[in-house]
């Protein structure tokens, strides 16, 4: 099965309003959380990550928090812009796997 | 700012020939890997590589596929016989070693379209 879960698969949000997903991993060893945004036609791009040493990290309008104990890290965007919309993908060192996708919209 | 560069940007070719796609990663890192991405999916980890050899590689990379480190630079993806199925974005990407070298820097991209 998947290593890595990523929900949900899309989100259409309001500009302005906050967005979360969720990723949850099975690898115990895991100890690197990184999210990536990727624009139609582009690369991925390292958005924001987290090392297993820490609970919550945050850039300006998004953050990732991590649960080690329940083996999940959500990324959170608050006041969300146009621009924001792209699909977001976490990613599972451990197995070196990335999520589904997420299909993120935001809607002016 | 160093960026991971990947040659040609765009491959067609027919079923059944080999091809090469070409990455140059940054220039101080030590780990390199593939992934690739059928259009409309999520991303799929191919193989990685570290001191010239394969460190792990998905269900993906069997044996029609191979890379090679060929000089200081170069780091190649080679499908022996494409499929119809290998049509995707083929993305190269590399990351330092050490303690801070988890971050993984992508290149631009191969699409590689099997007819």
């Known amino acids: 099965g998947e290593n890595v879960e990523q929900h949900p698969s899309t989100l259409s949000v309001q500009e302005g309003d906050s967005a979360v997903i969720k990723c949850t991993y099975s690898d115990s060893a895991s100890n690197y959380f990184p999210w990536y945004k990727q624009e139609l036609g582009k690369r991925p791009q390292l958005i924001i990550d987290i090392r297993s040493n820490v609970g919550e990290k945050k850039d300006q309008r998004i953050a990732v928090t991590l649960n080690k104990t329940a083996k999940h890290f959500s990324l959170h965007i608050t006041e969300t812009q146009p621009e924001d919309s792209a699909v977001y993908f976490c990613?599972?060192?451990?197995?070196?796997?990335f999520g589904a996708g997420t299909q993120v919209v935001v809607t002016p | 700012e160093p960026e991971v560069t990947q040659t040609p940007s765009h491959q067609v070719t027919q079923m059944g020939q080999e091809v090469i796609l070409r990455c140059v990663p940054i220039s101080n890192h030590l780990y390199f890997y593939w992934y690739r991405q059928i259009l409309g999916q999520k991303v799929e980890f191919l193989v990685s590589?570290?001191?010239?050899?394969?460190?792990?590689k998905s269900e993906i990379f069997d044996d029609q596929f191979s890379v090679e480190r060929p000089d200081g630079s170069n780091f190649t993806l080679k499908i022996r016989s494409t499929k119809l199925e290998d049509s995707a974005m083929y993305f190269c990407a590399s990351n330092p070693a050490g303690v801070g070298g988890y971050e993984q820097y992508f290149g631009p991209g191969t699409r590689l379209t099997v007819t």
């Open positions: 590589f570290y001191n010239n050899e394969i460190s792990e």
């Open positions: 990613y599972s060192w451990g197995k070196l796997q």
